[in-house]
């Protein structure tokens, strides 16, 4: 069986049509509040597609997590560069050509090796500290472009209208 709809009209604020029961009467007796202005948040984007920013928000994640994981291999290769400055210290030599009778022999291994790790510790000292201050300043930028990109997210404002029995509402959502 099939039954006719009555369509209500939508009306907008000021609009007086007569409805029965006189609420025309009664709506142009209810005060209006006033919308003041009080400043402060500027809100997000509302239009905006969120699987953007979601995308958005996983490459800042990842740069950030590349950018500490540089800055740990590079602390330890600057470590690696230190023990091998220490194993190729003057000290080290020192104590060589003592335990020599103070005589260092030219064709000794020992005297190889210090000598081959004092000149490889300058090179792997200076890579690793300078892999270390890339993967800090890295993971520094990338931190801070997330927590921005979360803070969009987070402060968004969004707009609804839907339609009620004698008109329309205005559904106003602000996360923050």
Known sequence: ????????????????????????????????????????????????????????????????????????????TAIAGGVLGYLGSPGRLKQLKEDNDYVLPVDDPKRQQIIANARMATFVLASGVSVLVVGVITAAIARSRLKKLREQRRTSMAFGAMPTRGGAALHWEVRF
């Open 1 to 76: 069986m099939l039954t006719a709809a009555a369509v209500l009209p939508l009306l907008l604020p000021g609009e007086g049509a007569a409805q029965p029961g006189g609420d025309a009467e009664l709506a142009a007796e209810a005060p209006v509040p006033e919308w003041t202005y009080e400043g402060g948040g500027t809100g997000g984007r509302s239009g905006g597609d969120p699987r953007a920013m979601n995308k958005k928000i996983r490459r800042a994640g990842a740069t950030t997590i590349a950018g500490a994981s540089l800055a740990i291999a590079g602390g330890a």
